[in-house]
């Protein structure tokens, strides 16, 4: 790869890195596609942990799906034990890119161009007429040698995140922080308590630009009043406070008084620890590089981004309830539905704010931007690990 100055102005990075009245935001470079994007890939990605989709979205053994990591074809699925795999989606024969559509597999993966079959450990099970006619064991060919490649993945909170280039610490280490900010809301045995929506539980939005804005925009509270006046209305902005993670893993922003009104006189239960003098209290983190979650006393979302292109991301939000009743009971039907309806209004108020930050940074005399330093300090904190990141690999 060649050096990060090539695609981007080392200075301005450094700029980035800046105290927060001294700072701008990221360059224009890093949003126009180019020969940044590969950098970014690599760096931002390839060597990152990062979520690819949720786990519950394979149900059952065997349940497999192709995934495009900014062009990276993998397959995740679902492995006799019930265990979550990833591999590298191309078949070690010719290279075909083996699995195309979602589907069941039985018992083999089979590769349409000359039929070589792998189990649902990624092992090459079967390669008909490799010896010649008939043969289909060839002297001197190892079919050990060519099983699939397995990612190095791992499911935390039903996320399924992987490390494709196996570099970094192990995911428990990453996740730390985090985990135990969160402990006081949901210590870990009640983590496991989520179930994902049977209904009313997934949308996705597709925003025509950069997935980095999605974070930027994530981070902060700042543009309630005027983006979202309806969500402001019982999660006041004057309520909102900061999150930064450190080590710079992840921010975002936490209300104090989320009080949605929901009809039908139903309320969906609670996490059973989650502190009842606190039981208003909600939290946004954007964990870096590429998913946005929310926990709420009685659900959790994960709002991941696909990345398509410099210019085209796709959104999906994938809602959690407490316990299999409030995930799928018709009695909380109605109030899934209504809560669906709430957060797919407010993500979408968001598409048009994030889609024109894309068509800003076309102005050649954009300097990054210039944060407020009491309330941009979340996505300042975004911005700086962006650059840092790239800085540290030059
Ligand atoms: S490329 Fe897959 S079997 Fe030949
Ligand atoms: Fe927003």
Same mark, same amino acid.
């Given at each position: 790869?060649? @050096?990060?100055?090539?695609?981007? #102005?080392?200075?301005?990075?450094?700029?980035?890195?800046?105290?927060?009245?001294?700072?701008?935001?990221?360059?224009?470079?890093?949003?126009?596609?180019?020969?940044?994007?590969?950098?970014?890939?690599?760096?931002?990605?390839?060597?990152?942990?990062?979520?690819?989709?949720?786990?519950?979205?394979?149900?059952?053994?065997?349940?497999?799906?192709?995934? !495009?990591?900014?062009?990276?074809?993998? %397959?995740?699925?679902?492995? @006799?034990?019930?265990?979550?795999?990833?591999?590298?989606?191309?078949?070690?024969?010719?290279?075909?890119?083996?699995?195309?559509?979602?589907?069941?597999?039985?018992?083999?993966?089979?590769?349409?161009?000359?039929?070589?079959?792998?189990?649902?450990?990624?092992?090459?099970?079967?390669?008909?007429?490799?010896?010649?006619?008939?043969?289909?064991?060839?002297? /001197?060919?190892?079919?050990?040698?060519? !099983?699939?490649?397995?990612?190095? #993945?791992?499911?935390?909170?039903?996320?399924?995140?992987?490390?494709? #280039?196996?570099?970094? %610490?192990?995911?428990?280490?990453?996740?730390?922080?985090?985990?135990?900010?969160?402990?006081?809301?949901?210590?870990?045995?009640?983590?496991?308590?989520?179930?994902?929506?049977?209904?009313?539980? =997934?949308?996705?939005?597709?925003?025509?630009? *950069?997935?980095?804005?999605?974070?930027?925009? =994530?981070?902060?509270?700042?543009?309630?009043?005027?983006?979202?006046?309806?969500?402001?209305?019982?999660?006041?902005?004057?309520?909102?406070?900061?999150?930064?993670?450190?080590?710079?893993?992840?921010?975002?922003? /936490?209300?104090?008084? =989320?009080?949605?009104?929901?009809?039908? /006189?139903?309320?969906?239960?609670?996490?059973?620890?989650?502190?009842?003098?606190?039981?208003?209290?909600?939290?946004?983190?954007?964990?870096?590089?590429?998913?946005?979650?929310?926990?709420?006393?009685?659900?959790?979302?994960?709002?991941?981004?696909?990345?398509?292109?410099? *210019?085209?991301?796709?959104?999906?939000?994938?809602?959690?309830?407490?316990?299999?009743?409030?995930?799928?009971?018709?009695?909380?039907?109605?109030?899934?539905?209504? *809560?669906?309806?709430?957060?797919? #209004?407010?993500?979408?108020?968001?598409?048009?704010?994030?889609?024109?930050?894309?068509?800003?940074?076309?102005?050649? %005399?954009?300097?990054?931007?210039?944060?407020?330093?009491?309330?941009?300090?979340?996505?300042?904190?975004?911005?700086?690990?962006?650059?840092?990141?790239?800085?540290?690999?030059?």
């Amino acid at each position: 790869m060649e @050096k990060l100055s090539n695609y981007v #102005s080392v200075e301005k990075l450094d700029v980035v890195c800046n105290s927060i009245e001294k700072a701008h935001g990221l360059p224009n470079e890093c949003y126009l596609g180019g020969d940044y994007t590969k950098y970014e890939r690599k760096y931002l990605f390839e060597d990152k942990w990062v979520v690819i989709g949720v786990a519950s979205s394979l149900k059952n053994i065997g349940d497999a799906t192709p995934f !495009n990591l900014l062009g990276i074809p993998l %397959i995740i699925l679902r492995d @006799k034990f019930n265990k979550i795999r990833v591999f590298h989606n191309v078949c070690s024969h010719r290279g075909y890119k083996l699995l195309q559509e979602p589907c069941r597999i039985k018992n083999a993966l089979r590769c349409p161009y000359h039929s070589w079959a792998y189990d649902l450990n990624g092992k090459l099970i079967s390669t008909p007429h490799l010896g010649g006619m008939d043969k289909n064991d060839a002297e /001197g060919f190892d079919k050990s040698n060519s !099983n699939l490649h397995e990612v190095r #993945s791992h499911i935390w909170l039903d996320m399924i995140f992987v490390n494709i #280039s196996n570099n970094q %610490i192990p995911f428990e280490e990453y996740i730390n922080p985090l985990n135990q900010r969160w402990s006081k809301f949901w210590p870990e045995e009640d983590q496991s308590l989520i179930v994902h929506a049977g209904d009313s539980g =997934y949308f996705l939005l597709e925003a025509k630009c *950069n997935w980095k804005f999605a974070i930027e925009n =994530y981070c902060e509270s700042y543009h309630l009043p005027w983006v979202h006046p309806g969500l402001n209305s019982y999660s006041k902005l004057e309520d909102h406070y900061h999150i930064q993670g450190l080590p710079n893993r992840f921010a975002g922003q /936490g209300t104090l008084v =989320y009080n949605p009104r929901f009809e039908g /006189g139903e309320t969906f239960p609670n996490f059973p620890n989650w502190p009842k003098e606190n039981e208003k209290i909600a939290e946004y983190v954007a964990l870096f590089p590429n998913v946005m979650l929310g926990i709420h006393r009685d659900h959790y979302y994960v709002y991941w981004l696909e990345p398509i292109s410099h *210019n085209f991301t796709k959104e999906h939000m994938d809602i959690y309830y407490v316990g299999e009743e409030a995930a799928y009971s018709s009695k909380f039907q109605s109030l899934r539905e209504q *809560n669906y309806k709430q957060w797919h #209004s407010i993500q979408s108020e968001d598409l048009s704010i994030i889609e024109g930050m894309q068509d800003g940074r076309q102005s050649p %005399i954009f300097n990054g931007g210039n944060f407020s330093p009491i309330m941009d300090n979340p996505t300042h904190h975004f911005n700086k690990w962006v650059a840092q990141e790239l800085l540290s690999t030059y």
